[in-house]
């Protein structure tokens, strides 16, 4: 006689407070998320660069504390360097490391990188004038992208770069903590430039997603 087993002996399926509740946790942090909705991707980027913004506020008052001439400067920035160092920054160092090695350990030694390069956004190299305030706030937006990426969403992260990027821009032209062009100038080449690598690069992760799927 064959002895049928009943649908309730497979393992119950957590709730969406359960996962959320487990993505948050330090320890999942170089792990896809348990879940890829919309809006769950929205309340783990609200997750990651809320505490960006808190290391952001405390790590700049102890710096200013202990470096009382620390000035913090920005190189000149225009809308299209903003919205194109989304894709550019995003698949650079975590889009082609995840897609070519398939190794997170190996995007985040690219998200590390990236992490360090935003120090340096700056026109000088003091120590009086690093760009510290940028470099705390997106520690944690490392663990974002990746997790993002390897969780199979890519575009996500690449879209919300972007936004954000375009979002602070405008809000720092407006209250003048920037110096900014809203517009691209002529002779500004590797504005101009950023466009066209942008679209290169899309169109490659692009095709190596392809592959890989």
Known sequence: MEVQLSSSSSPPTT?????????????????PYRRTS???????????????????????????YLVP??????VPLSIISVLSAGPIEEILFFGLPYY?????????????????LHILNTNT?????????????????????L?????????????????WNGVFFVLGCLVGEVSCSAILRGSDILTGSSLWLSAVLIV??????KRKA
């Open 100 to 116: 070519i090695f398939g190794n997170h350990l190996v995007v985040l030694g690219g998200g590390i990188v990236w992490v360090m």
């Open 204 to 209: 490659l992760v692009y095709i190596l997603y």
């Open 15 to 31: 709730s969406k407070i359960s996962d959320l509740r487990i993505d948050i946790n330090p320890s999942s942090w170089l792990s």
């Open 69 to 74: 001439e620390y000035q913090d400067v920005s």
């Open 125 to 145: 190299f003091e120590l009086t004038t690093l760009s510290y305030a940028n470099w705390l706030f997106v520690i944690p937006s490392l663990f974002f992208s």
């Open 147 to 163: 997790r993002t990426w390897i969780s199979g969403k890519g575009w996500f992260a690449i879209l919300t770069h972007s936004l």
């Open 38 to 64: 919309l809006g769950y991707l929205i309340k783990m980027l609200l997750f990651y660069h809320g505490i960006g913004i808190l290391i952001m506020i405390i790590g700049t008052t102890i710096i200013e």
